[in-house]
Structure formats: structure tokens, C-alpha cells
């Protein structure tokens, strides 16, 4: 088949495949492939989280109990407390910037692994999950070691000579970013790898032959036919990194509280699941209209890549 | 109700059938008690109506049938004549390293009863755990905070302690016995207390600070770290001010807020697990902690100093329980009798740095630890500082929504 | 081959892998720092090690994580794969639905998502946790992300391989079995990476699913904060890494990597 026909009959031939994707045999298709995850998702956290949107409507008892007796919907009223924007802005934009870091910094890499990786590609991905087969809260610890006013980078730049005084780096926005950036980058690498290594490379040769650059070559080539890695990525980073609280937690400071914090604290310290649930809730309905719209505007413009 | 054949209960069933008499229902009774709040008559009616609450599913047939009598008895042989045999087994729910580092051993080499001592991360995986099953969670020992108590109680997931078979108990200072919110000791028995203080580093602070003020001090700017604990920031807030830290006044809470909102630019962080490497790591030079937190700072710099500000602070304390649902009551017992031994008690207290309501055990303890004002004040001070008590939910959530104004 | 990467392209990737490792290096010297606690060194000891294996509340909890992370990575990455597939190839009423369920699981605040497992267990069947409990629950948060790789590598399989293989004789299974499973291989494997990885750390979800004598890694070692994070806590990190990486060594000179290597670099349409 020639390079030149293999998009467009491709499309024709997965368009073809999900049409006949309707009849007997693709139901059995349908149960076999698709029930047990959902199932086991219906069972497992629909379900469950459905109590707690129950326990979102009630309230506490004096005994310190979640009551139905009066359901309503006072604890969303609550939540919606202007006195929340703040943190809600601040876990958005720490959530953006690591996803746009870790997409940026995990494209290249696994177009390396991809490309130039040869034997050593699953090796190399591998070694990518390797440091995440450590304790967490280990990790982080050794990241305050390196960042904090008297470890190793500002060691390094003192004795070197190139500052006088230690660069505050912990405990700010830019500790927590960072931190965050290397918590998600896996989750970002791994699914572009998976999508970058279906790439045809002689498609990027020949197009590179017609553009005569680069930078034409990927942004018309490259970039399209390796979107669904890219959505991949950006979900399995961007949502997480909404809901966070550990990182901000022990490598930010007093200035870098996030939303997920204080879900947290209200159901600690504060003692009171419904109001806590209510602003969760409240939470996931914010990320899944903003992931959705994000979604349908990126498959309106990169037509057909992303099913 | 439920008949349960446990010993001694006779104020309680005279009391049951004098709620029987009075035509009460449970729930009406609760209602109108809690119209009192006073504390002492709430904790004893609480202890009664806990009787009849407690649930009666997975009572263990092996029940605690002492021969002997109940009271604290002037016998000195610490191993009560003749004791019931044993489970072989026990379950314990505690704090990590809450204990002396040799302690379950000995137990489990004194009486061969195989203990799994499981930790948690926080108190809310723990009050959690208690909640779950309404029983305990499958644990037949916990370490709670002794304002869990009375709502326990209440929920029925502890059982009453059987004194017989806690010898021990006699150990204890009497300042400790027959507490308020557990009269008798019928429910629990004290294991540790501590302070609230500020650890500080006297390479960067010079003399000696008293008061909670040097927190707000803008000399110490990007320095300094608070608790990331709700109520002990409103009570530091609270006793700069005046007031009571446990107030339920809106026009306080609110003064207190703005107190704080002053401090929060000048602070590094708020957290209830890094202060002890931040003060070792040196990235902070002050740091609102707990008694037991400087002792550990202490362990690897030796030079850090703490302070019960002159203010006023905080002093509360944890307890052993054991869950309604206990598999082990037997064992359960056998476990806090020999965390009350004199010995023990001093080795838990000598290897973790708080000290402990255990009168006998004073001679064993460390001088470090019992001769330091800090670790262990005179009783004139203790007298002076107050327990965060019980806030019901809807005055917490007032303090709560205010700290989410401070955070965000 | 494909021509050579450009100095810049290859100087970031190091880069990474550098920054990647770089607390792994710190957490490994450090565990033997003779100080009880915190980051600052006080001396050379090797005496963490040998208190690690008489820790055993830790090797407890590192048996259990290990085996929660089995069971999870199995059970995830088979539903998950089957779910992503499915998604990415059939068109089916509620197909919307089920992806919008796919992202729920992300979205949900770890404590809301732990307290709900936590009432559903405890109030609906009596249980109080235990390694059966956590591996559900891992399970099914697992589920997502290895879903959401493999659907993205199944929406750019080509149909016609498959449809190639029925003309030629091949059952529906047999054409599953030897065309689309090994194309989609590597996207599976990436997803029971990441699966692996999550269960393994996994904290708040898995705190509220624990239960007597079934505590995990993460949990014990959180639990450690109040007293101190000594140094066992980095010893027994620098072990999984250095057995990781003996297996990695073992198994590459064995040629593992080559013949996978092989099944990801032999794609039939480049061929």
C-alpha cells in the first residue's frame, strides 16, 4: 500500500469496523470486551460513590454522626462559598502548568525511546517506572533534601559561586510545580510512547520531503497521528493533578493551598463528611465539564484522530 | 436491652429500670440530657445509656467472669488469683512507635499471646476504623483521643473495662483516675499526655521566648511553621487574645481569624508531620509542635528548645480502649494491665518522650524526661493548661469555614 | 534505521532520565546516613539494614503491598485492556457513557473515593478490610488508566489486519490472539507499568480499605511520620530498586528485551 492512500482508506476501514460493529456477533464483541471493566466499575465505585452523594445532602448530628433526617441541598450552597475560589484557582493553575510540563517534557522523550531506543525500548521504559517503585513519601523527602535552602542545588550554586545566597525554591509554587512535574511525568510518557511508536516513520520522511522542514513535518504529520497519545496523557495527568493534595501539601508552603486540601481538612479535622462530599462533588463536576469541553474542541480540530 | 453478664453493673441496671419506670425511650432521654451539658452528668448518663446500645451481635462467648471483687484491691501481686484464660491472640490499632521498642515482645513472651500491633497514617483512618462496623473495626485495642470517649460510649463501640483484670490500675497518679470524661475509669484508662508548645533554635532566636506573640514576629519571616491542625491554631489565636479556645462565640472566632490572617503571610507552612525534620533540617527556625515532636527533634539536635508559652496552651491526652466487637477481650485486658506495670510503663515512656499518668513508674523514668519542666510540668502548671474539648458539629463547622477563609 | 537524533532532542531525554533519578540517588545515600531522622547527614552507617530485616511490621507490609500490586496489575490490566479495546473499536449504545465512567474514577478525590469504599465495605457486607478488599479497590482505580493507553493505541490499529486474518481462515478468537493482542502489546504492557506503579503507592484509597495484619507499604511507612522517618524507610526503598534493577540486568542479558523489541519494532505495515 502506498503511503500516499494508507490515511484515508484506514479511516474508511475503522469507520467500516465500528459500523459493523452493531450486529449479533459484535454484541458478544460488546459483553466480552467491555462489561467486566464496566461492571466492575458499577460495582466498585459507582456504587460506593453513590453513598456518598447521598451522605452529600445530609448533615451531622450533634453526636458527630452523618443524619439523613433533613436531605437538601445546603451543603452544595455551602461549598459554593466564594471563600473557596482562591485555592480552586490556584489547584487549576498548578494542574495546567504540570500537564502542559509533562507533556512537554514527556513528548520528546518517549519520541526518543520510540525512534532511537532500538532494542532498548521497553528497557528504557522501564527504567522510566523505576523510580516509582520507591516509596512516595521517600521520593518527596529527597526532593526537599535537594531543593531546600541548604541542599543540593543550593550547595551546589553557593560553592560554584554563582549566587551569594541560598535560592528559596521550597516551600513555593515553583517547588510544588516542580514536584508535582516529576509525580505525573510516567503517566504522561508512558501513553505518548504508546502512541508515538504506532507511527509510521517513512509518513514523517515523505512529509518532510514535501515541507522541507522540521517544524512542518511534525505539526502536520506527527502532531495529528499521535493526538490520541497526547489526550491520553493530558487526562491521565491534568486530572490527577486537579485532585493532588499530597504534593502542595509537603513541598508547598503556607501561600499554595489547594482545593483537594481542604476537601481534606473538612473531612478530618472538620468532621463532617456531607459538607466535605458536597465540595468533592462539586470539584469532579468543574473537571468533567472542562475535560469534556476540552475534548470536543480538540476532536472538532484535529478531525478523526482522536475517536 | 440487651442482658449482658457483665460484673458490677448494678448503678446502671437500677438505672435502666428506673428509665423503664419513668416510661423514657433512649432517644428522649439523649435528647433531653444533652439539653444539660453539664459535662459530669452528661459522661455518666452517657455511660449508662452506652449499656444498653452497645451491640449485641459478635459478643464473644469467653467473657470476662472475675472471681475477685471489682474495686481497685490492696493486694500487691501485680497477676490478679486466678486470672481466665487468655485468647491466644490480639489485635492492637495504635500510633507507630507509640510504645517501647521492646514492649510487644515482652508481652507476648510473658503471656504467649501472638499480638498484630497494625498502625495508621492519621486520626482519621483511625476514628474510621473504630466507626466502621460500628464495633471497633476488628481490632480489640485502641489509642484514642479521650475526647473520642463519650461518643463512643454513646455509639457503643467500646465495651466497659473489667478492673479485675487490670491490677495496674493502681499504678496511676489519683490525679488521673475517675477523669471527667470518663467517670471510674469505667470505659478507658489514660495512656499518654502531652503539651502545646513551639520548638524553636536558639543558633537563630536569641534568649528565651515565652510568649506565642514570636510567631507573628515579620523578623522571622518564610521561618516559622503552625499546625495544620484546626483547633490548636484557633486556640493559639485564642489565648493571645483572651479567650477560651474552646469558645463557640462567633464575634471571637472571628477576631481570632483576623489574628491569624496576620500571621499566615509570615509563615513557611502549616503541618502536623513536617515540623520535626523541618526544625532538624533547619528550614524553619520556629515551629508550633507537640511535646512529644521537640523530644524527637531532640533525638538528633540536641540543642532544640520548647516552650509552654505564657499565654496559655494546650495539654490532652490518648487512652486505651477496647472495641465492643473486641475478639479478644481477655487478652485486651492482659494488654493494658501490662502497659500499666510500672516497668513497662516507664520503658514506653523512656523510648517514645511522653510521659504518662503512671505514678509508679516515676522512679524508672528517664531524669531527662521527668526532671525537664517542658516534658513533664509541675502540677501548678498543668492546672493551667486546658483540654480542647468536644465542639458539637455545628459550632466546629464554624471554626472550620473560617480556616477555609484563612487557607485558600 | 531512522536517521540520528538531533544533540538537543538526545540531551533532554538524558536530562530526564537524570532529573528522574535524582532522588532515587539522594534517597540511596541517605539510607546511609547514621542520623535517626531527617535529611541531614551525620555519618556512614550500614546498620539500617540489618534493622530493616528484623522490622517485621515493614517486610510484613512490603509482602502485602507486593501482593495487592499482583493481583491489582492482573486484574486491571485484563478488564482495563478488554474496556479499552472495546471502546476504541465498537460503536455501541451508551459507548459515551462508559467513557465519561472511564474518567470518573480519576476525577474523584482520593478521600471521598477511600471513606466510600470504606461505608460500602463495612456497612453493605461487615468486612473490615484485608488484602482481598485493597486489591478491589486498586483494581478498579487501575481499570482507567490502563484503558485509557490501550484506547489509545487500538484507535489507530488498522481493522484490515484483522478482517485479513478472518478472510484467510482465522477464527474471531485466533484472529484476536495472533494479529490484534500482539499489536496492541505494548500499549498493555504500558498500562500494567502504570497499574503496578499506582497500586504500589497507593496511600489514602488503600488506608481506608486496611484491616488486621493486612497493612501496606505506603500506610506503614506514612505511619512513621510521627516518630520518624529513619532511615530503614530509605534502606528498605533502596533494596526494591536494586533488586528491580538486578532483574532488569538479568533479564536484558538474557535477550528478554530483544524478542519484545522485536514484536514492536516488526509492525506489518512498515514492513
Partial sequence: MTSATAPAELDRAQARSREAGTGRSAATATSILVLPGVLWLAAFFLVPLGIMAVVSLGAVDPGGHVTLAHPGLHNYTHALDPEFLPALGRSIYYAITTTVLSLAIGYPVAYWISRYGGRRKILLLILVMLPFWTSYLIRTYAWMAILRDNGVINSLLLDVGLIDQPIPILNTDLSVILGMTYGFLPYAILPLFVSIDRLDFSLVQAARDLYASGRGAFLHVTLPLTMPGLVAAGLLTFIPALGDYVTPDVLGGAQTTTIANLIQVIFTTGRDWPYGSALGFLLMGVTIVGTLIALRSLRREVIGASA | ?408 | MSGRPSRWLTALTIATYVILFAPIVVLIVFSFNSARRGFTWAGFTLDWYPKLFNNADMLGALRVTLEVAAIAVVGATILGSLLGLGLARLRFRGSGAAQTLLLLPIMTPEIIMGISLLVFFSQLFGLNGSIGQIAIAHIMFCISYVAITVRARAVSLDPRLEEAARDLGASAVGAFRHVTLPLLAPAVAAGAMLAFALSFDDLVVTSFNTGVGATTLPVQIYSAIRFGVTPQINAISTIIVAVVSIALLVAWRLGAFRTAARAVVADPEVA
Fill in chain 2, 1 to 408: 436491652m440487651t442482658e449482658r453478664n457483665l460484673p458490677g453493673m448494678s448503678f446502671n441496671e437500677a438505672l435502666e429500670e428506673k428509665l423503664t419506670q419513668a416510661n423514657w425511650s433512649r432517644r428522649e432521654f439523649l435528647g433531653r440530657v444533652a439539653a444539660f451539658g453539664a459535662a459530669a452528668a452528661l459522661t455518666q448518663l452517657l455511660v449508662a445509656c452506652g449499656q444498653g446500645t452497645a451491640s449485641p451481635s459478635a459478643a464473644p462467648t469467653t467473657q470476662a467472669t472475675p472471681l475477685g471483687s471489682t474495686t481497685a484491691a490492696a493486694t500487691a501481686t501485680p497477676a490478679p488469683t486466678p486470672v481466665p484464660t487468655p485468647e491466644k491472640e490480639l489485635f492492637v490499632y495504635n500510633w507507630d512507635q507509640y510504645i517501647g521498642e521492646e514492649t510487644v515482645k515482652k508481652f507476648q513472651d510473658k503471656y504467649g499471646i501472638k499480638v498484630t500491633y497494625d498502625n495508621f497514617a492519621d486520626e482519621a483512618a483511625q476514628i474510621g476504623k473504630i466507626n466502621s462496623d460500628k464495633k471497633g473495626g476488628g481490632y480489640d485495642v485502641h489509642y484514642p483521643a479521650s475526647t473520642w470517649v463519650a461518643s463512643f460510649v454513646t455509639d457503643g463501640l467500646i465495651r466497659p473495662i473489667d478492673h479485675s483484670l487490670i491490677p495496674n490500675f493502681k499504678n496511676l497518679s489519683a490525679a488521673w483516675q475517675n477523669p471527667a470524661y470518663d467517670p471510674g475509669n469505667a470505659y478507658s484508662v489514660p495512656n499518654y499526655w502531652w503539651t502545646t508548645g513551639y520548638a524553636w533554635d536558639p543558633r537563630d532566636v536569641p534568649g528565651s521566648p515565652t510568649s506565642w506573640n514570636e510567631l507573628w514576629n515579620p523578623a522571622r519571616k518564610g521561618q516559622m511553621s503552625m499546625l495544620d491542625d484546626i483547633r490548636e491554631c484557633f486556640a493559639v489565636g485564642a489565648f493571645l487574645l483572651g479567650f477560651s479556645p474552646n469558645t463557640k462565640d462567633l464575634g471571637e472566632l472571628d477576631k481570632i481569624l483576623q489574628k491569624l490572617e496576620v500571621q499566615k503571610p509570615l509563615l513557611r507552612k502549616y503541618t502536623a508531620t513536617a515540623q520535626i525534620d523541618d526544625m532538624i533540617d533547619e528550614v524553619v527556625q520556629m515551629a508550633h509542635c507537640w511535646s512529644g515532636d521537640w523530644v524527637q527533634m531532640t533525638y538528633t539536635k540536641p540543642r532544640m528548645k520548647y516552650v509552654i508559652p505564657s499565654e496559655g496552651s494546650i495539654k490532652g491526652n490518648d487512652v486505651m480502649v477496647i472495641s465492643s466487637g473486641a475478639p479478644h477481650p481477655i487478652a485486651a485486658h492482659l494488654w493494658i494491665d501490662f502497659n500499666l506495670d510500672a516497668d513497662i510503663s516507664a520503658e514506653n515512656t523512656n523510648y517514645i518522650g511522653y510521659m504518662g499518668p503512671n505514678e509508679a513508674a516515676l522512679p524508672k523514668i528517664e531524669d531527662y524526661i521527668k526532671g525537664d519542666k517542658r516534658l513533664n510540668p509541675p502540677q501548678s502548671v498543668l492546672d493551667e493548661l486546658i483540654e480542647l474539648e468536644y465542639l458539637a458539629p455545628a459550632d466546629l463547622s464554624n471554626y472550620t469555614d473560617r480556616w477555609n477563609a484563612l487557607r485558600a
